[in-house]
């Protein structure tokens, strides 16, 4: 899946997601925001110059956003993405309102609007995961120029002895059965269960 895709769906499909900022004291705030563009730049959100919403972004511009889908947990997809927010003004504003109509019935005239504020995520890195898929799929990306680092866990090839622990305790069957054993990041849960249980330490944690 490409990013754009990703983010459609984080747009589009989701539309509300959570938004997590830091005020002044560097304490976590969450709030509910409706995401409404995407495209090759990034995301769009909007919000008034009155909230404390607003002040956060632009005393600190970056967030991390997290959005799900889903009936319940084993039908659900969830997107996180963080990163660096700028201000554009009222750039794309006719545009947001235009795609997202219910928008006029909250601010209905020109002079209500006058509070708004657009902003765009440009630069960040996040996770796709799906749980509606057995076993559970996983697929990190970025975009405008951040690179993102790879977590969970690898096998060290020059140490693995190839015994069944760790295949053993994997919920998700992602460790192949060829020795040196090969973690296949797509499908691991980050659980940690390889990581505790191999006995020469062949399992490594990537930070």
Known sequence: MTTQEILDILQRDIHSAVFATVDDQCLPQTCVIDLMLSDGEGLYFLTARGKSFYHRLMVRPYVAI????????????AISVQGAVRSIGKERLEEIFKKNP??????????????????????????????????????????????????????????????????????????????????????????????????????????
């Open 66 to 77: 997290s959005g799900r889908k889903g009936e319940d947990t084993l039908s659900s997809v």
């Open 102 to 207: 219910y928008m006029a019935k909250i601010y209905p005239t020109e002079q209500s609007r006058d509070a708004l504020e657009v902003f765009q995520l440009y630069r960040g890195k996040g996770e796709y995961f799906d749980l509606s898929q057995q076993p559970p799929f996983r697929q990190t990306f970025s975009f405008g120029g951040e690179t993102f680092h790879q977590t969970g866990y690898r096998i060290n090839p020059d140490k693995c002895i190839g015994c069944q622990g760790c295949r053993s305790v994997c919920p998700s069957g992602c460790i192949s059965s060829t020795i040196p054993r090969v973690i296949d990041p797509s499908h691991c849960l980050h659980c940690g269960n390889c990581f505790r249980i191999c006995p020469v330490k062949a399992v490594e944690k990537l930070d």
